[in-house]
């Protein structure tokens, strides 16, 4: 059995992953419907050892489709998202608009796949790129020792504010090694070589993707008495978001024990070898790839009981594309 697909945004950065995602597992496909804003229609797209030619998003864009992938911004989502789902397609949406609605499930296939057979509203969301990675990585030791407590410090890459962000690093990047003054164009200040924090506002002085980890890890994980204590942050990286994780649980853990739980864990690569400089999961190493680079894995010096990892995947495919085909392998074609 082949499926109608739809990517949706299929210009954007997570919607041209999307189609090579598709190409590269062989996902069974007859025939691909890219679509975009009007500004793009038109564009050709290589796909498969062709082209697709990407068609104005429009009511009628989900006739005849099965699987509809969201990648466009939580207003596209919000809009056409239950348009597709009436016309008989299986959504999945990659924004925020449809997370923490209770009757759309928020599924990693690694971590809470059971989720995704309750969908009334036949939408499934697919959590923010941070959350899933470290979801991934902490549900082998949340099934040992229950977490309690996460203190996570993200560094993540311009990919994952779009197409036009990684444009403007590029530029501000060689605007500053020419000796030119700084104009971003997408960020609200400079990127390149610089650290900052350009999320939406959130509640109280927590940002809005701050929020996002701590909400959505409670339901993938189905455990509202998790704390999770973010701090996010972009760095200027192309692909691949890291992160410091700090985790506490209910039953002390050890490092040896974690590695014994991390090794062979779906969706997980453990870098196990003792830590020397540069020998740790890293971005450029990420990029590109399928799996959460788990490393760094040490006890706490200073909480008994309590771990500390360092997280690496690739924003673009586990934290976006690669997890929506997943779980469409798992719900449409399994
Ligand atoms: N980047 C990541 O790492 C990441 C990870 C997880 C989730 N997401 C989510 O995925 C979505 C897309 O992100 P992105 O990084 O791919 O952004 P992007 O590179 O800016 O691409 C946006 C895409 O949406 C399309 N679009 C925008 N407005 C539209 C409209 N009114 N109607 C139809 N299509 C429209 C654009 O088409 P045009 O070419 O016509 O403008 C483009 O194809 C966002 O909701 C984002 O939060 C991103």
Redesign the pocket.
Known sequence: MSFVVAV????????REMLRTLEQRAFPVSRVVA??????AG?KLPFAGGEVVVEE?VAGSFAGVDLALF???????REYGPIAAKAGALVVD???AWRMDPDCPLVVPEVNLAHAARRPKGIIA?P??STIQMVVALKPLHDAARLKHVVVSTYQAT??????AVEDLLAQTRANLEGKGVEPSVFPGQIAFNVICDWKAGEGDTSEEEWKMVYETRKILGDDSIAVSPTTVRVPVVTGHAEAIHAQFHRPMTADEAKTLLRGAEGVELFDAPYAPGNHPQPVQAAGQDAVMVGRVRNDPGVPGALNLFVVAD??RK??ALNAVQIAERVLVK
Request: glycine fraction near 18%; include cysteine; aromatic fraction near 0%.
């Open positions: 949706v945004g299929a210009t954007g950065a997570v919607g679509l975009s804003s009007k500004r793009s564009t998003l990648s466009a911004g939580a207003s596209v989502s990659n924004s925020s697919n923010n790129c990919s994952g504010k779009g197409h036009a924003n673009l934290g976006a």
